[in-house]
């Protein structure tokens, strides 16, 4: 059971990847998929959407998985691990977990389940650069997600100029010089066959 997130800051696209993501790595139907969403608020609103698409869905609230409810994290990997035995977990953390800390939540859930860790995938929208990387506070913590992602998603390449998208990928080399970086546009399906070879091929 390999485990991969995709993180990445509010609003950046997060859920219509993981929908489309989830789509193609099952399309074969080979691949027996299965998504944790992790919402702060009490009342999850992402999983419900996702349940629509007809993939393995556990809502976790109240709390982030890097800390609060990291052990519950790691319960619901082992639940999924034994009642479902898919062959991929999706993670969608919040929008301010540190892919580093969910990483190691989900090494818990190792402990009852065999499994194996993907890429922590990152996604940073391109339509917002200055807002993410130069406000005090957020800047801290999108340039702490960049700098522990294996992989960084360019997102909503479709809404900028090229341009635009070289300049996203230059600001994101500065704090990550060895994650490989995609463009993507969910809207019109572009990279996501590439992180989903990335996400079959990937070795710890």
Known sequence: MKITQIAGFLGCGKTTFLLKLSQVLASDNERKIALVVNEIGEIPVDGKIMEESGMQVKDIGGGCICC????T???TLTQLYKSY???HVLVEPT??????QVKLAARMGGRDAKIS???AIVLFDATRPAELLDMDMLGQLVTTQLKDADI?????????EEGAIGDSAERIR???SKADIVNLSSFKDLGIDVLAE???DWKE
């Open 68 to 71: 609060e409810v990291a052990s």
């Open 73 to 75: 994290f790691a319960k």
């Open 85 to 87: 035995k898919p062959d």
């Open 95 to 100: 929008g301010v977990a540190v892919p580093h």
């Open 117 to 119: 860790l993907g890429p």
């Open 152 to 160: 960084i998603a360019i997102s909503k390449v479709d809404a900028v």
């Open 174 to 176: 500065k704090y990550n």
């Open 198 to 200: 990335h996400i079959i």
